[in-house]
Every structure is written in structure tokens, then in C-alpha cells.
């Protein structure tokens, strides 16, 4: 099975909100909400910032948030800030017998 | 603090083996699903493996299956990656990663590198 399909990459100023989206099948995202999203800042071990499609886990900023509408997950980033600079992944069930899979990877940059 | 250790990883000839260790820490380890996810150099993450709290279900990408085994001890709060015969396009870090709750990868190692080169 390919690689949920993201944006290469997604840009913003300071302040701004972006989307990243992640779009799958009617068989992994469109049929389950086991959608998570992770943060990978340059050099660094990668980050869970949501999980369940929206759910945040403790200590994560509110400025995460994640959305699901059919085949397409999103995660929206509001008041960006020049350390979410980074790497950003989306990760999803599939219930198959390769039961998980990753998205491709979107650079986030901030102007 | 929650930990999670790798460890086995290193230099190794295509089709030669290794396996991978991690040692985790402060949780209760025999409660939670364990994954192996590996990044290539500059590239993004793959999923790789799949192991439930007792070990009884197991999963495997199709770029692995047949030639990777995972297992677990959950007497010695660990998880292990047997990897054989390896390949050039194995050459990844492996992260060592802790389910909180279906697929949700709450905790990730330091990770290994794993070279598969003549």
C-alpha cells in the first residue's frame, strides 16, 4: 500500500494558521478514526501532537488541531511561530494485513 | 519519565543480519502495544512493525514481511527486532515506539542506525 498522499511542503508568516492535509482511501482514513499527526523538528525524535483524528495529548499546544473529512485528514497549525519549523507526518490504521501506514511528509516552513 | 533505549544497531553486510534491542522504563510496560518505525537518511517515516501487549498479534510492512521478526518480553520490559537477510534499502535509524492507545506513537527512543553496506 503507497504512502497516505501530503503536501511536499506548506509556508506562513508568523501568526498565521496553515492546514496540512493527508488523504487516504475510504479504506484507512475515510473508514477509521485512528488518524494521528506527528511533529519532527530538525534533529530531533518525532512528536505526537494528535491522535483519535482530534484528540491532544497532555502538554501539547492548542494551537494543534486535527479534523477529518472523508478520505482526508487535516492538521491545522494557528498562531505560527518559527519553532514549528519542521517536519510534519500524518499516520493512519488501514485494517489490512499492514495494518499502519505514514503520509509522505509535508516541510513546514514559517517566513 | 518514561524511556525507551535502543540498541543493536551498526554496520552490517547485505544479507546479514542484526537485532535490535529496547530496553524500556517507568510504565507498565506488559499494558502497551509496541511499534518499530524506521527513518531512511533525509528521508520520512516507515512504519515497520507491530507487536500487541502480549505479543499474541503481530504485523509487518510488505517491505519487511518474511525477513523481519518482532517479539517481546515483558518480563524484561522489552522489545526486539530480528532483521535477516538485510538490504541496502534497510539502511534507516530504527525508532523503538510505545502505543498509547491504537496507533497513537506517544513515546519514541533515540533510535539505532542500521547500515547495510558491503
Known amino acids: 500500500q503507497s504512502a497516505l498522499t501530503q503536501p511536499a511542503s506548506v509556508s506562513g508568516s508568523p501568526g498565521q494558521s496553515v492546514t496540512i492535509s493527508c488523504t487516504g482511501t475510504?479504506?484507512?482514513?475515510?473508514?477509521?478514526?485512528?488518524v494521528s499527526w506527528y511533529q519532527q523538528l530538525p534533529g530531533k525524535v518525532p512528536k505526537l501532537l494528535t491522535y483519535?483524528?482530534?484528540k491532544r495529548p497532555s502538554g501539547v499546544s492548542s494551537r494543534f488541531s486535527g479534523s477529518k473529512s472523508g478520505n482526508t485528514a487535516s492538521l491545522t497549525i494557528s498562531g505560527l511561530q518559527a519553532e514549528d519549523e519542521g517536519h510534519y507526518y500524518c499516520f493512519s490504521y488501514t485494517g489490512t494485513s499492514a495494518p499502519w501506514i505514514f503520509g509522505g511528509g509535508t516541510k513546514l516552513t514559517v517566513l | 519519565e518514561v524511556q525507551l533505549l535502543e540498541s543493536g544497531g551498526g554496520l552490517v553486510q547485505p544479507g546479514g543480519s542484526l537485532r535490535l534491542s529496547c530496553v524500556t522504563s517507568?510504565?507498565?510496560?506488559?499494558?502497551?502495544?509496541m511499534h518499530w518505525v524506521r527513518q531512511a537518511p533525509g528521508r520520512g517515516l516507515e512504519w515497520v512493525s507491530f507487536?500487541?501487549?502480549?505479543?499474541?498479534?503481530?504485523s509487518y510492512a510488505a517491505s519487511v514481511k518474511g525477513r523481519f521478526t518482532i517479539s517481546r518480553d515483558n518480563f524484561k520490559n522489552s522489545v526486539f527486532l530480528q532483521m535477516s537477510p538485510l538490504r541496502a534499502e534497510d539502511t534507516a535509524v530504527y525508532y523503538c515506539v510505545r502505543d498509547l492507545i491504537l496507533g497513537a506513537l506517544d513515546h519514541w527512543g533515540q533510535g539505532a542506525l542500521v547500515t547495510v553496506a558491503p
Open positions: 517507568d510504565f507498565a510496560f506488559r499494558s502497551h502495544a
Open positions: 475510504s479504506s484507512d482514513i475515510g473508514y477509521y478514526d485512528f
Open positions: 483519535d483524528v482530534t
Open positions: 507487536i500487541s501487549e502480549s505479543g499474541s498479534t503481530t
